[in-house]
């Protein structure tokens, strides 16, 4: 079987919501992106690219259902490249590579191009049709940005709470505390606030054409715990029993817009790419379990990735896992039981973002980046995805 290897992964600076990057297409944000892979490849003929694979969680507006076709054209690739667009939510560009390092094993591909955009800003939103023409009464619009929509009835009302109301329940179920919670959010914001400012997203990220964005626009470098303990909580009201609420915009991660992408391949990808890689996919996992509590499936994940690869926790020296709230990452790492130093060192998706097509893509191209960082031979990227499932890649160094 062959070994897949990450060569080089790169991404956009996030913007927030309504932010820098809103008047920027999700096609254009994955365009983008793609341009920079190839010219970060100075041995690439791009027509030896066998495949674009990118992830997306909505696909209801311009990214035109199948965004990875509409960008590789839009990024004036050889139209003989074929892409396909894969939609695991949360989860969807982290999707990608694992479906492309299949590829890669079983010999049907030498060289992957994946990623994931998301523009939340731009989401549309949606008017379902009616059985009849011209109704009476009132239509609803549906907005696309985030969670459940135009649900079906069949669905028991407990899968179907809001992400927020499935996390209150995720931490009531396992004792995680709201000090806990905004201490781990404004560790986010240091972070990655000292990561940008040390450089160590440098060569991770490219600006988008026309837009004045250096680093993440949702990070905020002066969050400190006594302030996030004055942010109200959403879900729920704050109480002093166990039942209060205790999520917050500030221990949650935000709305965003961005796009990620990595080149996949085998051994040959490298005189195709003219780079040497930085880390072999040792294992993959993915789970699911009741849909309320979605945040906890990356724990099953992790474990069967682990086991894939034949290591154990014990030999982790490096974590990312997508912050999608303060809460249900804390879960994930009490089951794990790993050291908090290795989790998130460049910040996290609280402080840095979560558009959700691009953050798979993300988390895996900054472990790459980490592992070659530190020296550290083995490394985890872990996701939660909405509706009750986890993925998760182990890394091994190549060097």
């Given amino acids: 079987m062959n ?17 820098a990057l809103a008047g920027v297409r999700p096609d254009d944000l994955a365009a983008q992106v793609i341009k920079a892979s190839v010219s970060r490849a100075p041995g690439l003929d791009p027509a030896r690219i066998d495949e674009v694979i990118f992830g997306n969680a909505n696909g209801a507006g311009e990214e035109n259902r199948n965004v990875a076709r509409m960008a590789t054209l839009l990024a004036g690739l050889p139209t003989s490249i074929p892409g396909t667009t894969v939609n695991r939510l949360c989860g969807s560009s982290l999707d990608a590579a694992l479906i492309a390092s299949r590829q890669i094993n079983t010999g049907e591909a030498d060289l992957m191009l994946i990623g994931g955009a998301e523009s939340m800003s731009r989401a549309p939103w949606v008017l379902p049709k009616n059985e009849k023409p011209y109704p009476a009464g009132d239509q609803t619009l549906a907005s696309t940005t985030l969670g459940w929509r135009l649900v079906n009835p069949a669905m028991p009302k407990e899968w179907t709470v809001s992400l927020g109301e ?7 179920k396992h004792g995680i505390s709201r000090e806990r919670q905004d201490e781990f959010a404004a560790a986010s914001h240091a972070l990655a606030a000292k990561a940008w400012d040390e450089g160590k997203y440098a060569d991770l990220t490219v600006a988008v054409d026309g837009v004045e964005l250096d680093r993440d626009e949702s990070i905020r470098a002066g969050s400190t715990v006594e302030k996030l303990a004055t942010l109200r909580t959403v879900f729920r009201p704050a109480s002093d029993d166990a039942s209060g609420g205790t999520v917050t915009a500030g221990n949650a991660s935000p709305l965003n817009d961005g796009a990620s992408a990595a080149w996949l391949g085998s051994e040959n990808a490298a ?12 294992g993959r996992g993915a789970a699911a379990n009741e ?15 682990l086991k894939r690869a034949g290591i154990s926790w014990s030999e982790v020296g490096a974590v990312e896992l997508n912050e999608a709230f303060a809460a249900q990452s804390l879960a994930c790492l009490d089951a794990w039981d790993v050291d908090p130093a290795i989790v998130n060192a460049w910040g996290g998706a609280v402080a840095i973002g979560h558009p959700l097509g691009a953050s798979g893509t993300r988390i895996l191209g900054t472990l790459a980046r980490r592992l070659q960082d530190s020296g550290e031979r083995w490394g985890v990227a872990a996701i939660c995805i909405g509706v009750g499932q986890g993925l998760a890649v182990v890394l091994e160094n190549a060097n």
Wanted: proline content about 8%; charged content about 15%; overall charge neutral.
């Fill in 271 to 282: 005189g195709i790419l003219g780079m040497a890689p930085l880390a072999r996919i040792a």
């Fill in 166 to 172: 499935a996390t209150e329940q995720l931490r009531e």
């Fill in 3 to 19: 070994q897949a290897y990450i060569y080089d992964a790169v991404r956009t600076p996030f913007g927030k919501f309504g932010g």
């Fill in 291 to 305: 849909p309320q509590f979605f945040g906890y499936a990356p724990v099953e994940a992790a474990n069967l990735a």
